[in-house]
């Protein structure tokens, strides 16, 4: 540790310096912008005018909705996923914990694209049906929300199973042998022993994947279009199609407020458990 | 649990997860003019195609020059400030911390135009500079959160027995320290570059005519067109990201990093 500050603040300016000017700064007006229905009066008008709007109202719970969900279903899936790879053999672990974070270094564009593949008009899912004489003519399936349900999963899957694996490699091996040998069944030996010890990973990852899906734009913007807008494909609308930067701010501004209620709502949860 | 339970739900997890990658891999190597699968019939065409394009290969050089500039400016200015955050004990570390991660909690698209409006647009910045400011910052977080994990396991004794054996602080740090946190660095360049490179939301309202990363490029050109192209070109990408992981895995043990 050294004692001379006057250098490590030297040495920590740039940095600081630099982020607070060209990122801080500008983020910080735009959303002030959301206060400023008209230049320079205060107002919560910008909010007032964006609720008003029905399309608004529901684009704002579908994002709502879809993050939620998205989170919830890869709680589900993540569990079991992490509880088998902790239990796989150390030399087989190493390499299926390597082909759940691969899908995380490969661009989104290119990971939401296959959905394309799959869902299109022509794709599998469609030959299926139409093969087995389920439809006569191809169903739509991209521009739903199930699609953008399926490619945010896909996204995000990876971060809540990486989260709980490294809070379940924290239990200790023989616990959950130990409560099945003293009688409790599966289900106890989760809501008992397994959930109680990985909530905080639990938290993490719920945080992760819900404010992943409430932010991502590619997967809405590819799987949903303009049918299914979500608060992100909104906001790039509002300001590309109709120019109208207050409804733009008041989006951002719900972004935040959401992303960051989100990491208070999961921790509360968290600890009212224990 | 018995094995066969395990395998199928790590299976089935995994196919959710991998396979649609192989599906794109294959529907990039149609023979036909459409995108389908199964593809009628195998060819290179497409790959080939991608090198091609024009455009592509603009935005290519851009997400390039994009990713290795912004990955290095960051480094240039998070290895000091990481450092600093680390051995001095600092009044405020906590703040600065906040500051310098501030780019990843905030949503990108945000971002994005709130630098087109308050940054490029009064300052009539270029918007190759723009993207490059932009991108430098994104990555910045990384950068310092890395350095810092491979500072932490580095004591400090080490510098300050230099030092006392008539090394300067900087000969210190330029002997003693940066050759011992080098596979952070390395670890940090990597995920710098990844993320820059896979980059969309911030980069949306920065992209003018003509200007554009590759990312942004392929959308607009899914829009138009309904070839095979994109998902030859998401194939060549995704092998690129896998590849590069790949060799810093064995190199170094990235993960360790991450």
């Known amino acids: ?274 | 649990m018995s094995r066969l339970t395990i395998w199928l739900i790590l299976g089935t997890t995994l196919t959710f997860l991998i396979g649609p990658f192989l599906i794109v891999i294959f529907a990039g190597a149609s023979a036909g003019e459409t995108l389908t699968f199964p593809p009628q019939g195998l060819s290179l065409k497409w790959y080939a195609k991608v090198f091609t394009v024009e455009s592509f290969r603009d935005s290519f050089a851009l997400s390039m020059f994009l990713a290795i500039f912004g990955t290095l400016t960051a480094l240039l200015i998070g290895i000091p400030a990481a450092y600093a955050l680390n051995r001095y004990n600092l009044p405020g570390a906590e703040a600065i911390r906040t500051i310098v991660a501030a780019p990843i909690i905030v949503p990108g698209i945000i971002v994005g135009l709130a630098l087109l409006r308050y940054f490029v647009v009064p300052l009539d910045v270029t918007i190759t500079m723009a993207l490059f400011v932009t991108h430098t910052a994104l990555v910045l977080p990384y950068a310092v959160r890395v350095v810092s994990s491979s500072l932490n396991n580095l004591r400090a004794d080490m510098e300050e027995a230099a030092v006392i054996l008539g090394c300067t602080r900087f000969q210190a740090f330029v002997k003693v320290v940066l050759p011992n946190i080098r596979g952070g660095i390395l670890a940090a360049f990597i995920l710098g570059f990844v993320t820059s490179f896979n980059e969309v939301p911030a980069s949306l309202f920065l992209s003018g005519p003509g200007v554009r990363t590759l990312p942004i490029d392929m959308l607009s050109y899914m829009e138009i067109t309904f070839d095979p192209s994109v998902a030859a070109l998401s194939a060549l990408l995704a092998f690129m990201s896998v590849a590069i992981v790949f060799v810093a895995e064995r190199l170094l043990g990235f993960s360790r990093y991450v």
């Open chain 1, 1 to 274: 540790m050294f004692l001379n500050r006057s250098e490590g603040f030297a040495l920590a300016l740039p940095a600081a310096l630099f982020t607070f000017l060209v990122f801080l700064v500008p983020v910080g007006i735009l959303l002030s912008a959301a206060f400023q229905a008209e230049p320079g009066v205060w107002s919560l008008q910008g909010y007032v005018d964006f609720f008003s709007e029905s399309l608004n109202q529901s684009v704002f719970l579908r994002t709502l909705k879809l993050g939620i969900l998205v989170a919830g279903t890869s709680a589900v899936i993540g569990y079991a996923a992490a509880f088998c790879i902790v239990n796989l053999p150390a030399s087989s672990r190493g390499r299926i914990f390597g082909l759940v974070v691969l899908p995380l270094m490969i661009s989104p564009v290119a990971r939401t694209y296959a959905w394309i593949v799959i869902l299109g008009r022509t794709g599998i899912v469609n030959d299926v049906i139409v093969g087995l004489g389920l439809s006569e003519t191809p169903i739509r399936l991209l521009f739903t929300e199930t699609a953008v349900f399926i490619g945010l999963l896909q996204l995000f899957l990876p971060l809540m199973i990486i989260s709980l694996v490294s809070a379940m490699e924290n239990i200790p091996r023989d616990v959950v042998p130990a409560a099945r040998v003293l009688g409790a069944s599966w289900f106890q030996v989760f809501f008992r022993v397994i959930l109680p010890l990985t909530k905080e990973g639990l938290v993490i990852g719920g945080t992760l994947v819900f404010t992943g899906a409430l932010t991502a734009y590619i997967t809405p913007a590819i799987l949903g279009g303009s049918k299914v807008l979500m608060l992100e494909t909104l906001l790039y609308q509002k300001v590309n199609v109709s120019n109208d930067f207050v409804s733009a701010s008041v989006i951002a501004m719900i972004l935040i407020v959401m992303c960051f209620s989100a990491n208070l709502v999961l921790k509360r949860i968290a600890s009212v458990r224990s």
